[in-house]
């Protein structure tokens, strides 16, 4: 494996509010990062090569409840507020949590983000500009 998690919380770290989240995914794919999974619940998220190797960050917070309903234009609305740096990380945590998202896929390649739901289901995907 090419990166270590020290390295993206690093990189993580430089993250003020989602304005900020193009130069992060820059960042660690210049690590070596293909792609990751970061899930809302704890802020457990894990990271990929290009080989398939993973590493996981644990736990983040204490654990935030999934909401059953998924409120896809609400989330639609708080993300972007997110994106122009209006929250921060653990603020958009507690917002996807309470529109129902438990998730996301990031394909580091694509430059792609998939949101998806408790079920597993996609239920956005955006283009990440870089």
Known sequence: ??????????????????????????????????????????????????ENHAAKTGSKYETLKISENLNLENFKT?????????????????????????GWKMDLNQMICTYFDKDGKNILEEKVPF
């Open 1 to 50: 494996m090419k990166f270590t998690i020290q390295e993206i919380k690093a990189a993580h770290q430089k993250v003020k509010s989602g304005a900020d989240f193009p130069k992060y995914i820059q960042a660690i794919k210049n690590l070596g990062v293909s792609h990751y999974t970061a899930y809302v619940s704890d802020g457990n998220t894990e990271y990929f090569d290009t």
């Open 78 to 102: 708080q993300l972007k507020l997110h994106q122009q740096g209006g929250t921060d990380y653990m603020t958009f945590c507690k917002d996807c949590a309470e529109n129902g998202v438990e």
